[in-house]
């Protein structure tokens, strides 16, 4: 399976291995083995790590403690458990980037320190200049929050070859129709 890796944020890809949340609900990591392939595509290790089904159990309760986080309400404090969740997990070693003599590097780690980086990527989207940048797609079922890093702070789709290529599609005919009446 091909993922996609265009929020500007670890974590914030984490969460949208879950798509279209609303409506179809699609499961981007329904395995271990998927799982695996997630933390090497990426870029947390070079190669997929074993992960067992409980590992696979505990990822997914991450995944689903931060998009609890991200979309409570923003005049609130956050759920004081929710953040402990999230800092257990970020207090965990991350995976360990070893540099050879030829001037290679292998990144090498197991499911647990994998889960250790996003959760540090999920602390980091929370700091107050993240924060101001944190929005969510405008595709009509799209559910993928991202960092807007646009000059402009205009940025309104998660990717333009997915939710922004059907919006401008779909206004492109919405013209046409009105050119035609």
Not at 26 to 40: H, Y
Not at 71 to 77: A, F, K, M, N, W
Not at 144 to 158: E, T
Request: net charge positive; with cysteine; proline share 5%.
């Amino acid at each position: 399976m091909a993922f996609e890796f265009i929020a500007g944020n670890l974590a914030l890809d984490f969460v949208a291995t879950v798509a279209e949340r609303r409506t179809t609900a699609v499961e981007r990591v329904p395995t271990p083995a998927s799982l695996g392939e997630w933390f090497a595509d990426a870029g947390l290790v070079d190669a997929p790590p074993a992960v067992t089904e409980a590992q696979h159990a505990e990822a997914l309760v991450l995944r689903e403690t931060i998009w609890a986080l991200l979309t409570s309400d923003p005049g609130r404090p956050l759920d004081a458990a929710a953040v402990r969740t999230l800092d257990r997990y970020a207090a965990s070693s991350i995976p360990v980037a070893v540099l050879a003599a030829d001037r290679s590097v292998t990144t090498t780690g197991d499911s647990t320190s994998c889960l250790a980086a996003i959760a540090r990527a999920a602390v980091d989207a929370f700091r107050p200049e993240n924060v101001a940048h944190l929005k969510w797609c405008q595709g009509t079922d799209c559910t993928r929050p991202f960092l807007d890093a646009s000059r402009a702070a205009n940025r309104r789709w998660c990717g333009m070859a997915g939710c922004g290529d059907r919006a401008k599609a779909a206004a492109y005919r919405a013209r046409k129709r009105t050119a035609r009446s």
